[in-house]
């Protein structure tokens, strides 16, 4: 098992970026990718996600540290990205979750990446559509 901070700095010298070329291209300090990489400090799920694609790794393999595939689940990660923009941090947890308990659906079988990427869109179509109404149902009442 490899840690975070080892995914993080192999990751990121594999690419040939310093810290510093990391650090803006996430829009974060320096200090925090030296303290990532020290295991001194762990970024916040929106810091992960900005990492993971500057680095052109999923979110799961740098978070999992039993995860030992850079591109597994890397798919879910902008549907993830596209729930926190729209509906914050409980709109990310929601669409993780959702995606991740749908894995079993896949099982005895392989599916293409084409069809993987509808499965995903068509369940981030349903999750926004009934967040949308249920903002009409039970959004705030005009005075």
């Known amino acids: 098992m490899t840690s975070f901070p080892t995914k993080l700095k192999n990751a990121r010298v594999t690419l040939n970026l310093s810290q510093n070329q990391l650090s803006k291209q996430v ?44 591109v597994e689940d890397i798919e879910k990660d902008g549907y993830i990205e596209k729930a926190r923009a729209l509906y914050g941090l409980s709109g990310a947890i929601d669409v993780d979750f959702l995606l991740e308990q749908n894995k079993a659906l896949f099982a005895g079988g392989e599916l ?26 039970f959004g705030p009442k005009d005075k």
Do not use: H, W
Not at 114 to 128: P, Q
């Open 27 to 70: 829009g974060i300090s320096s200090r925090s990718i030296f303290a990532y990489e020290a295991g001194d400090k762990t970024p916040r799920p929106a810091t992960l996600l900005k990492l993971a694609k500057a680095l052109k790794v999923s979110s799961k393999y740098l978070s999992d540290d039993a995860c030992e595939n850079p």
């Open 112 to 137: 293409s990446q084409e069809e993987k990427n509808a499965y995903f869109e068509a369940v981030m179509t349903a999750y926004i559509t009934c967040k949308e109404a249920a903002k009409i149902k």
